[in-house]
């Protein structure tokens, strides 16, 4: 079984960045897509970008597109979510995620999670 660990999460002023990271464990990490999912408070889950396996193709929300920006380092098992320009609608605890196969937007394409790590905005 997989593990992912995500981190680079914290407090961060609106219009300001942050990187998250996310490793995981085992040798077939380049074998699947990965994506990064966030949660706000009283909310339901949501999409926010997606990688394929080599990293040539990505997905995005509309809400991130042009702001966050997803890449992924297949010899160092870990894939990064930059978010530039936040806001506080960013608010949320950001998971990642291994697909069961590509590049998808749908979480139940999804079968290994993270922890979880909080990003909080102030406005």
């Known amino acids: 079984q997989v593990q992912l660990v995500e981190s680079g999460g914290g407090l961060v002023q609106a219009g300001g960045s942050l990187r998250l990271s996310c490793a995981a464990s085992?040798?077939?990490?380049?074998?699947?897509?990965m994506g990064w999912f966030r949660q706000a408070p009283g909310k339901e889950r949501e999409f926010v970008a997606a990688i394929n396996r080599s990293g040539g193709s990505t997905y995005y929300a509309d809400s991130v597109k042009g702001r966050f920006s997803i890449s992924r380092d297949n010899a160092k098992n870990t894939v990064y979510l930059q978010m530039n320009s936040l806001n506080a609608e960013d608010t949320g605890v950001y998971y990642c995620?291994?697909?069961?196969?590509?590049?998808?937007?749908?979480?139940?394409?999804?079968?290994?999670w993270g922890q979880g790590t909080q990003v909080t905005v102030s406005s």
């Open positions: 085992g040798r077939t990490f380049s074998s699947y897509g």
């Open positions: 995620a291994r697909a069961r196969t590509g590049l998808s937007k749908l979480s139940h394409e999804y079968n290994n």
